[in-house]
């Protein structure tokens, strides 16, 4: 008797992969499981910090690897939202509010290296 092996994946998870690929220019099978091993990391991510602050890192736009620690939390981060703004998510980014700044950040989904 054979097993199936399944995941079950959001439409947000979905619309991430499918942002993930274009921007990484996925042509193979390699690059898209890269591609959906970074929206995991991405979606676990994003999970993680809405109750713990979290270390991860992921590559600034000038090239640099940005070690972090960030969250969502709302007793940490609450008090800085000022409701202005368009969502980062509609940008295709991941916000984050860095404790050793003080201040919100945001990471391009293709960018996320480890998640601690």
């Known amino acids: 008797m054979s097993q199936i092996n399944a995941i079950a994946i959001t439409s ?13 220019n996925a042509t193979n099978a390699i690059d898209f499981v890269m591609a959906g091993a970074k929206m ?3 979606h676990d991510l994003k999970e ?6 979290v270390e991860f890192y992921f ?14 939390m709302p007793s940490l981060a ?4 000022n409701g202005r703004g368009i969502s980062r998510e509609s940008v295709k980014t991941t ?3 860095c404790v ?4 919100w950040r945001s990471f391009r989904w293709e960018s996320i290296v480890k998640v601690c």
Do not use: C, N, Y
């Open 100 to 103: 050793e700044s003080g201040e």
């Open 78 to 81: 609450a008090k800085h939202i």
């Open 48 to 53: 993680r910090m809405k109750t713990s602050v």
């Open 12 to 24: 947000k998870d979905a619309q991430r992969l499918s942002v993930i690929a274009a921007r990484t």
């Open 59 to 72: 590559v600034k736009k000038d090239g640099t690897l940005r070690h972090a620690f960030g969250t969502t």
């Open 40 to 42: 995991q990391m991405v």
């Open 95 to 97: 916000p984050f509010f």
